[in-house]
């Protein structure tokens, strides 16, 4: 069976994956005189860098998502269409996909990266990651669920438990996951639970190198850290957890620490495709691709983003997996395939650094830019400001600044709901959002 889509006789490019460089190249591409076909397992585009605060319960998950076929409500030569990639037969340019046989003329592969576990099954099992917004609202709920049934529980080990959270991962996002669950403990939730004592509620960041933000500047690092421990994360560097029963969280020195949430954020891998040669693959995962980021061995496919590995002098391991490097490819992948459908003379990538920021809390993050590198409150704002034009759709960016400036002003997110879904009239919180070992 093939998928429902109309023959127009222009080049047909299919494009899996609505990430940051899947979309910035659909966009670029409706300009040509081609047939784009954008395939996706959601009907939505989401904002990654701000997963954090849905977890956190800062923005609500439909601020930071926008949906895929409002963008090219303009666009005739653009299709959507939303279903699950199974595998590709690279001699006959099909793919396999839930909803049927789409044919193919060029190839994108734009599916980004997942959660890396690095074979850890327990870790797999009981931990919570944060690399969609249904596993960030999974997160929220299962926190604050956590909070209502320590209200219950007699047992102070227990309830202590329930409260505290080891976050794995130094990077950005750990530092501001931790950063912003210590401003909560610190403000907002003895507000809200206040017949529970907060001293019992630990943070940690366990981070394997010997300082936070490894991919950004010493001077990033180190405030980065200060700016934690300011707010009470036990920051636990050149260390790693190496197991997770669901109650207890083990170090690789064999230390045992009680919680029943731990939040990893400590690497990611690249999706992969059925179909595609193992020898196109590098050792890491990433698909080996040329200067203009055709696939190793393939001439009408191509990669972008999380998914690509793109080896120069300058960057031996490829570009960094960020949004970044993502849409630079995109932008120039578009006029490349299409000078390629003319038979005309392609551009090298050269990837541009535009610099790197995080947030740890209110005031406080750290920007490195190619030439300039601060901290505080004014590099808080530049963070604000570059997330906010970021976010697509208008609606979506006021949205953003409002809860950002109501929460400023109150020192309240106000959007701490348990939002649990229901399967044929059952509630199904047992086995997705409350855990076995809370019972």
Same mark, same amino acid.
């Given at each position: ?18 990430g940051?460089?899947? /979309?910035?190249?659909a ?10 076909? +954008? ?5 939505f ?13 800062? /923005? ?83 926190? +604050? ?18 409260m ?17 669950l ?57 260390e ?5 029963d ?22 990611v ?51 960094p ?11 120039? +992948? ?29 005031? /406080? ?43 400023y ?5 106000? +959007? ?6 229901? /399967? ?16």
């Amino acid at each position: 069976m093939f998928a429902n889509l109309p023959e127009t006789g222009q080049k047909r490019i299919v494009i899996i994956g609505a990430g940051f460089g899947g /979309l910035t190249l659909a966009q670029k591409l409706c300009k040509y005189d081609v047939q784009v076909v +954008l395939v996706d397992k959601n009907n939505f585009h989401q904002f990654q860098p701000l997963f954090y605060q849905v977890a956190m319960a800062g /923005l609500e998950p439909s601020s930071i998502a926008f949906p895929l076929r409002k963008i090219f409500h303009h666009q005739k030569n653009i299709h959507v269409r939303v279903t699950v990639v199974n595998s590709v037969d690279t001699q006959i340019k099909q793919l396999q996909t839930d909803i049927g046989v789409i044919n193919y003329d060029y190839l994108v592969l734009g599916m980004g990266a997942d959660t890396n576990y690095y074979g850890m099954e327990n870790i797999q099992k009981h931990a919570m990651p944060m690399k969609s917004v249904s596993e960030a609202i999974y997160l929220r709920n299962r926190v +604050l669920q956590n909070f209502e049934d320590a209200l219950s529980e007699p047992d102070e080990v227990e309830q202590e438990g329930l409260m505290s959270v080891v976050v794995v991962g130094g990077g950005p996002t750990g530092v501001e996951v931790s950063g912003t669950l210590a401003e909560m403990r610190n403000i907002i939730l003895p507000k809200d639970y206040s017949e529970l004592d907060f001293n019992k509620m630990k943070i940690y960041l366990f981070q394997s190198s010997n300082g936070v933000l490894p991919g950004m500047s010493d001077q990033a690092a180190e405030k980065g850290a200060d700016y934690l421990e300011a707010l009470g994360v036990t920051l636990r560097l050149g260390e790693r957890i190496a197991d997770f029963d669901g109650k207890y969280a083990t170090t690789n020195k064999g230390e045992r620490i009680r919680t029943n949430n731990v939040v990893w954020a400590a690497g990611v891998k690249s999706n992969t495709i059925e179909g595609i040669n193992p020898e196109s693959y590098a050792r890491n995962g990433r698909l080996l691709v040329n200067e203009i980021s055709q696939v190793k061995g393939y001439e009408d496919i191509f990669a972008i983003g999380d998914q690509a590995m793109m080896i120069s002098e300058e960057y031996p391991q490829g570009h960094p997996q960020m949004a970044q490097p993502a849409i630079q490819q995109g932008k120039l +992948l578009a006029q490349n395939i299409y000078q390629l459908i003319k038979g005309e003379k392609t551009t090298p990538f050269e990837y541009k650094d535009l610099g790197s920021m995080a947030t740890v809390g209110r005031n /406080l993050a750290v920007v490195d830019l190619p030439y300039w590198r601060f901290q505080g409150g004014f590099a808080w704002l530049v963070w604000m400001f570059v997330h906010l034009m970021g976010i697509l759709g208008l609606k979506n960016k006021v949205m953003v600044f409002i809860n950002w400036l109501w929460n400023y002003i109150t020192y309240d997110q106000s +959007l701490r709901l348990i939002i649990k879904p229901k /399967l044929f009239g059952k509630t199904i919180e047992a086995n997705i959002y409350r855990s076995k070992v809370n019972k």
